[in-house]
C-alpha cells in the first residue's frame, strides 16, 4: 500500500518546487542538512540529526527523474526496503497543488510505512508553514537540529 497524500499551498509551483529540490531550502522545512543536484541522475544526501543521535539517519541517492517545475522521484532506502518518493507539482487555485507518493513498500513494513506517512504529513504541512510565512515545527514534535550548516546546491559525495 502507497503512501498518498495531496495538499493545496499558497505559492507559485516554481517557487515549491525549488524548497523540495534545492538544499539551501530543503533544509528549511525537511531535513537537518541536505546536499542536492536536483537533475536526474544527481545526487543527494538528506541528513536527519536529532538531540538524540541514536535516532540520526541518512537518505542519499540518485535522482531517478527530475522534470523542473513539475516532478522530482528518488530512492528512499533503509531497513523497511527500497522505497521510491514522488513528489508533483501543479498549478492549481492560484497556488500549487503538491501530491507525495511514497511506493515500494513491503507487507511487513505496514507499521513503519505508518511511521513515514505521519512523517510526510508533518513535513509537508512545514513545507507549507515555510512557504506562506510560518513557524518551522520541527523544534518541537520532531525535535530535530535545524541548522543550515553544511547545506550545499553541489553534486553529494
Known sequence: MDIDITKQIDAPPERVFRALTDADELVRWFPSSAESDPRTA????????????????????????????????????????DTTVEFTVRPADGG????????????????????????????????????????????????MKTTTAGASTGAGP
Open 42 to 81: 544527481g545526487d543527494f544526501v538528506l541528513r536527519f540529526e536529532f538531540d538524540d543521535a541514536s535516532q540520526n539517519h541518512t537518505y542519499a541517492g540518485r535522482y531517478e527523474q527530475v522534470t523542473p517545475g513539475e516532478r522530482v522521484r528518488y530512492p528512499w532506502n533503509g531497513a523497511f526496503g
Open 96 to 143: 500549487t497543488e503538491v501530491r507525495l507518493v511514497h511506493s515500494g513498500w513491503r507487507d511487513e513494513a505496514a507499521e513503519t510505512r505508518e511511521r513515514h506517512d505521519q512523517g510526510w504529513r508533518f513535513f509537508l504541512d512545514n513545507l507549507e508553514r515555510y512557504l506562506t510565512g510560518g513557524e518551522d515545527q520541527r523544534g518541537g514534535p520532531m525535535a
